[in-house]
C-alpha cells in the first residue's frame, strides 16, 4: 500500500487537521506494516499557482515550451505523479472563512488537469484516478457539519468523484475554537469517525 498525506493547513505540522491526517495514517500503517507513506506539507513546500504563466505553459506544446515553462510544468507533473501512484490519500483540510486553505486549493489546481486526471468524452467528464481511496481529516473551529454553512464536504466530495475516486471518507473534528471540553468532544468525535471509516 502507497499512503499519500497531503497536510492543508497554513500552520504546517501545528495544524490540527495535520494531527488528525496524522492519526489516520497511523492506523493505516498499523493495519499495514509494509505501507509506504509519502507526507506532503503544503505550508512548507506549496502547490505552484495556477496563474497567466502557469496558463501558457500548460497549453502550450511540450516541445515548444521555454525551459521556465518546462519547470513549471514539471513542479505540477510531480504532484500529480504523487497521486498516481497513491493508492490511499489522506487530506488534513482546516476550515478558513467556510472553505479550503488556499494552499490546499493550489494543490487541488496542480493536480486536476484535463487529459491526465480527468477528460471530456461525448458523454461528459471522465475521472482517470478511480481505484483509489480518500480520508478526509477536517478541523473547524466551530460545528458545521450537516449545515449549510459546511462547503467543504460537497465541494471535496464532488471533486474527488469528478476524478473518478468516489471511495471518500470524512473525519470531523469540530468546535476546536469553543473551549476545553469543546476540544475535547471534538477529537473524541474525530476519533469515532476514524474508527468507522477504517472498519
Avoid at 506532503?40 to 501558457?56: F, H, K, M, N, S
Avoid at 460537497?154 to 475516486?165: A, C, D, E, K
Amino acid at each position: 500500500m502507497k499512503i499519500l498525506q497531503i497536510n492543508g493547513s497554513a500552520r504546517s505540522e501545528a495544524g490540527n487537521s495535520t494531527r488528525i491526517a496524522r492519526d489516520i495514517v497511523a492506523r493505516l500503517q498499523a493495519e499495514n506494516p509494509q505501507a509506504e507513506v509519502v507526507e506532503r506539507d503544503l505550508a512548507r513546500a506549496p502547490a505552484p499557482v495556477i496563474d497567466e504563466t502557469a496558463l501558457g505553459a500548460l497549453f502550450t506544446p511540450a516541445e515548444q515550451r521555454t525551459p521556465e515553462q518546462a519547470a513549471r510544468v514539471a513542479a505540477s507533473d510531480a504532484l500529480i505523479a504523487e497521486v498516481q501512484a497513491a493508492d490511499v490519500i489522506v487530506l488534513g483540510v482546516p476550515m478558513y472563512n467556510f472553505g479550503i486553505s488556499t494552499q490546499l486549493k493550489n494543490w487541488i489546481d496542480a493536480i486536476a488537469r484535463v487529459g491526465v486526471t480527468f477528460r471530456y468524452t461525448e458523454n461528459g467528464p471522465e475521472g482517470l484516478l478511480g481505484g483509489k481511496k480518500v480520508f478526509v481529516a477536517f478541523a473547524r473551529g466551530g460545528r458545521y457539519r450537516g449545515t449549510p454553512a459546511d462547503t467543504q464536504t460537497p465541494y471535496l466530495q464532488t471533486l474527488f468523484g469528478f476524478l473518478g475516486i468516489t471511495d471518500v471518507r470524512f473525519i470531523y473534528a469540530e468546535g476546536l475554537n469553543m473551549g476545553e471540553e469543546a476540544v475535547k468532544q471534538g477529537f473524541a468525535e474525530a476519533e469515532a469517525d476514524i474508527a468507522a471509516a477504517l472498519s
